[in-house]
């Protein structure tokens, strides 16, 4: 028999404002409710409708700026390397997409933790860790994970071998504009390598929410998700047989 569902106070509340259904449902984490016939249309109405555009919107602009990462600390510093790439020219594009990234991308991340740290603050919305009281919004794996990153940003600013070597010879005494090669940079690069490769595996981290797009990869990366504790599980107990076993014989 045909069924009539209201679905009004499902996505705006009696005040007009948006409604925190969808949220309280998914933060419940129950598959019946999920696979209700209601709220898959209303999930569906309020993706469609509202959320894709600002999602997408936000996604490209993440994508940018980890592509421009990737090309400023992977791509071009193999070509300085390379005699028949003019030096000063990708040295200068370098300089450009490093600019980029501490100066555009890092700054408009960090107002956005500031915004929701406020906000947080407002609504007295922390979390207890040990002895520390942090924001609500961290409890999101991705929140938490942007954070990682905007400190990795700034501590890589701090560490940029070219800041070190402006003004200061290289290392075979000649005055280089933008060079990474000097004695004080030298001190610094494998610590700010190490900072570009965890910087890089956060914004791959962050990019993972591209899997909404396709059913299949989503499905997979919530089983991958669920599954990832119990095999963590798994190499700990492994770990402990054979310590164990080495320290009997």
Same mark, same amino acid.
């Given at each position: 028999?045909?069924?009539?569902?209201?679905?009004?106070?499902?996505?705006?509340?009696?005040?007009?404002?948006?409604?925190?259904?969808?949220?309280?449902?998914?933060?419940?984490?129950? &598959? +019946?409710?999920? *696979?209700? &016939?209601?709220?898959?249309?209303?999930?569906?109405?309020?993706?469609?409708?509202?959320?894709? +555009?600002? $999602?997408?919107?936000? +996604?490209?602009? #993440?994508?940018?700026?980890?592509? /421009?990462?990737?090309?400023?600390?992977?791509?071009?510093?193999?070509?300085?390397?390379?005699?028949?790439?003019?030096?000063?020219?990708?040295?200068?594009?370098?300089?450009?997409?490093?600019?980029?990234? $501490?100066?555009?991308?890092?700054?408009?991340?960090?107002?956005?933790?500031?915004?929701?740290?406020?906000?947080?603050?407002?609504?007295?919305?922390?979390?207890?860790?040990?002895?520390?009281? #942090? &924001?609500?919004?961290?409890?999101?794996?991705?929140?938490?994970?942007?954070?990682? #990153? *905007?400190?990795?940003?700034?501590?890589?600013? *701090?560490?940029?071998?070219?800041?070190?070597?402006?003004?200061? &010879?290289?290392? =075979?005494?000649?005055?280089?504009?933008?060079?990474?090669?000097?004695? =004080?940079? =030298?001190?610094?690069?494998?610590?700010?390598?190490?900072?570009?490769?965890?910087?890089? %595996?956060?914004?791959?981290?962050?990019?993972?929410? %591209?899997? /909404?797009?396709?059913?299949?990869?989503?499905?997979?990366?919530?089983?991958?998700?669920?599954?990832?504790?119990?095999?963590?599980?798994?190499?700990?107990?492994?770990?402990?047989?054979?310590?164990? $076993?080495?320290?009997?014989?």
């Amino acid at each position: 028999r045909r069924v009539v569902y209201f679905l009004k106070h499902l996505v705006v509340r009696e005040d007009g404002e948006f409604s925190q259904a969808v949220e309280w449902i998914t933060a419940n984490q129950d &598959p +019946k409710i999920v *696979c209700h &016939p209601v709220v898959a249309y209303t999930i569906d109405l309020v993706w469609n409708g509202v959320s894709a +555009k600002t $999602f997408l919107f936000r +996604k490209t602009w #993440l994508l940018l700026t980890a592509t /421009v990462f990737m090309i400023s600390q992977c791509i071009l510093n193999a070509g300085v390397h390379d005699e028949l790439t003019p030096v000063f020219i990708v040295r200068l594009l370098i300089v450009a997409c490093r600019c980029f990234i $501490f100066l555009v991308s890092w700054p408009s991340m960090a107002m956005v933790h500031i915004r929701r740290g406020r906000a947080d603050y407002r609504n007295n919305n922390f979390i207890h860790t040990f002895c520390f009281r #942090l &924001p609500g919004h961290l409890l999101e794996i991705n929140s938490l994970v942007s954070l990682c #990153l *905007c400190f990795i940003l700034l501590v890589m600013l *701090c560490m940029c071998p070219i800041l070190h070597c402006l003004g200061k &010879p290289s290392i =075979d005494g000649s005055m280089q504009l933008f060079t990474e090669r000097c004695e =004080d940079g =030298d001190r610094v690069l494998k610590i700010y390598n190490f900072l570009s490769m965890c910087g890089m %595996l956060c914004y791959w981290a962050l990019l993972a929410d %591209l899997s /909404v797009f396709s059913h299949q990869v989503c499905a997979f990366t919530l089983i991958f998700g669920h599954v990832l504790s119990e095999v963590v599980l798994f190499l700990l107990t492994l770990c402990f047989i054979v310590i164990m $076993f080495a320290t009997a014989v």
